[in-house]
């Protein structure tokens, strides 16, 4: 019987953090999840329970509270039967509905904000991480609405782990050429999407890319402005992510600053610029924009100016990219310092080698 169990309110393809803790795990473990999206998918894990339930967006409050209370009623009883000694949530959801008295030790992996806004649910946040033996977050920015605590910080950087770093043989324009601007990821934020796209519509400056599942949305828009400057591409195998970075002179990351999971976030564009030595697309006022000018690879864009494309232009051919190499260098020995950390609070909470400290 498995000791170990991973619980997520999400579907396994989500939460690609996983295996952040599946690779510390040399014995069988379990995994339960709500497979929304009602698919098949595959898992190294010895058990795997799928709590079948389709959320439709735009159903009642009431009626998502009632599909929740039925994962957490699918958990408990799985709980129940199989007496698990350690439990990792991979969300805040997860463990805000089961992780009151498991009586198994647990860590909390807290990726987003959620509904710290309301009091009770913040209520029973504090005591399930007060009570985790870790609670993880994977930005700082999470401190500022998260309860009072010790977190380790895990960085959303495992898809570059151990790979060399690269060095970025683009930086100043050598050649009279457009300024590649990429999108590269699921696309969703589709109004400061078009607002860009205007902004930078047919400038000879500029070349944007938005690259990944979404982009066809904005391919009738693109038609009906007559933009000609733009590139959609809609799917993408996983392992060509890097080279559609690599590709590109500028990374976009504009998801505005009027929301609470954008704010504080890192996004996982953060790393991709830092390893491949590139300037970032940021909004002021978020915590994306704090860490990229602390470690000089940021250009920042107000969303309400009426000079978007002046205002990244200039940014950009002025970067020092001699300062922006040495500030991207140190954000990530800093990221492979608290990933190192990471991993051994993990190891030993998975082992029974030695107590967390």
């Known amino acids: 019987m498995s000791k170990i169990v991973i619980i997520t309110v999400n579907n396994l393809y989500l939460t690609p953090y996983i295996n952040n803790y599946t690779k510390h795990i040399a014995t069988d473990f ?10 098949t998918e595959s898992s190294s894990a010895k058990n795997v329970f799928g709590f079948i339930g389709y959320i439709n967006p735009k159903q009642s409050k009431l009626k998502k509270i009632v599909m929740y209370l039925k994962f957490r009623k699918y958990v408990k009883k799985i709980l129940k039967s199989n007496k698990y000694e350690k439990i990792i949530f991979l969300n ?35 005591k399930v991480i007060k009570g985790s033996e870790l609670s993880v977050i994977s930005s700082e920015g999470y401190r500022k609405f ?32 457009p300024i590649i601007i990429s999108f590269v990821g699921l696309i969703r934020f589709f109004e400061i999407s078009k607002k860009i796209i205007i902004e930078l ?3 000879p400056r500029f070349k944007l890319n938005f690259i990944g599942k979404g982009s ?19 799917k993408f195998e996983s392992n ?71 205002d990244i232009y200039e940014q950009f051919i002025n970067l020092d990219f001699s300062t922006l190499k040495k500030g991207c260098d140190d954000f990530m020995n800093h990221v492979k310092i608290d990933n190192t950390n990471f991993d051994l609070k993990v190891s030993r909470f998975i082992g029974d080698e030695n107590e967390i400290e």
């Open 30 to 39: 379990d995994i339960i999840y709500w497979n929304r999206d009602e698919i």
């Open 92 to 126: 805040t959801m997860s463990a805000v509905l089961i992780g009151k008295n498991v009586g198994a030790k647990y860590i909390v992996d807290i990726r987003d904000y959620t509904f710290e806004h309301n009091i009770f649910f913040y209520n029973i946040e504090k």
């Open 146 to 177: 998260l309860p009072k605590h010790e977190y380790i910080l895990v960085h959303n950087s495992q898809q570059l782990e151990d790979l060399p770093k690269k060095t970025n043989d683009k930086g100043k324009l050598t050649e009279i050429r």
């Open 201 to 203: 519509k047919n400038d």
């Open 216 to 234: 066809e949305m904005l391919r009738q828009f693109c038609i009906s402005e007559n933009v000609t400057n733009v590139q959609l591409i809609s």
């Open 240 to 310: 060509e992510t890097m080279r559609y970075f690599e590709e590109c002179d500028i990374v976009y990351n504009l998801y505005g600053n009027d929301n609470p999971s954008v704010i504080y976030a890192l996004s996982n564009k953060l790393y991709y610029a830092a390893f491949l030595n590139k300037p970032i697309l940021v909004n002021p006022n978020t915590f994306m924009y704090d860490i990229s000018f602390k470690y000089h690879m940021g250009i920042s864009v107000n969303l309400d100016s009426r000079t978007i494309a002046d």
